[in-house]
T-cell receptor
Framework: RKEVEQDPGPFNVPEGATVAFNCTYS??????FFWYRQDCRKEPKLLMS???SGNEDGRFTAQLNRASQYISLLIRDSKLSDSATYLC?????????????FGQGTTLQVKP | SQTIHQWPATLVQPVGSPLSLECTVE??????LYWYRQAAGRGLQLLFY??????ISSEVPQNLSASRPQDRQFILSSKKLLLSDSGFYLC????????????FGQGTRLTVV
């Protein structure tokens, strides 16, 4: 089983739609979780961290389910500019061993 | 503020040639440093990471090596490139800590021909 797994998609949605991505992780001791966004041929950039209580940033909501070992990202009212690949990131060990593992990414295409 | 520099942006190298990619970070001390590779249409594969000078952890046995000769310098090398080494190489840094995010350089697009 991969350490971090995502559905690669692509997810094709119309503008204004709500879309959700899930990401599962294999190490139950994982402590840190993030969502990154990567535009075509560019470096990944942090979208948001994922906290145990869940967190929201505008149209974006991230949640963590430790019991089932997954994190989710919900995007409401999708914009054309949301089209990108969304990467799930996990620090798979307790404490700071330094390791950060990325999922393979989920591609979102928002259409007019 | 902190910045990360990675160069070159694009590189075309023949099979069997050596490789050296350099990454430097400014504005922070003792960062965690990372090298990732992204093959076309694929996710990021962690190659190496370092939590301090001279400390290198290798994730995938392969044709590459990494070194950290200075606190904020991370180098990715190969003695002889293979076609399969082609990809988008990304350097990243992160402050030591549990919930700290990683920041990426702009990447090097390597094509081995």
């Amino acid at each position: 089983r991969k350490e971090v797994e995502q559905d690669p998609g692509p997810f094709n949605v119309p503008e204004g739609a709500t879309v959700a991505f899930n990401c599962t992780y294999s190490n139950s001791a994982s402590q840190s979780f993030f969502w990154y966004r990567q535009d075509c041929r560019k470096e990944p950039k942090l979208l948001m961290s994922v906290y145990s209580s869940g967190n929201e940033d505008g149209r974006f909501t991230a949640q963590l389910n430790r019991a089932s070992q997954y994190i989710s990202l919900l995007i409401r009212d999708s914009k054309l500019s949301d089209s990108a690949t969304y990467l799930c990131v996990v620090n798979p060990f307790p404490g700071n061993t330094g390791k950060l593992i990325f999922g393979q990414g989920t591609t979102l295409q928002v259409k007019p | 503020s902190q910045t990360i520099h990675q160069w070159p942006a694009t590189l075309v190298q023949p099979v069997g040639s050596p490789l050296s990619l350099e990454c430097t970070v400014e504005g922070t001390s003792n960062p965690n440093l990372y090298w990732y590779r992204q093959a076309a249409g694929r996710g990021l594969q962690l190659l190496f990471y370092s939590v301090g000078i001279g400390q290198i952890s290798s994730e995938v046995p392969q044709n590459l090596s990494a070194s950290r000769p200075q606190d904020r310098q991370f180098i990715l090398s190969s003695k002889k490139l293979l076609l399969s080494d082609s990809g988008f190489y990304l350097c990243a840094w992160r402050v030591w800590g549990l919930n700290t995010e990683a920041f990426f350089g702009q990447g090097t697009r390597l094509t081995v021909v």
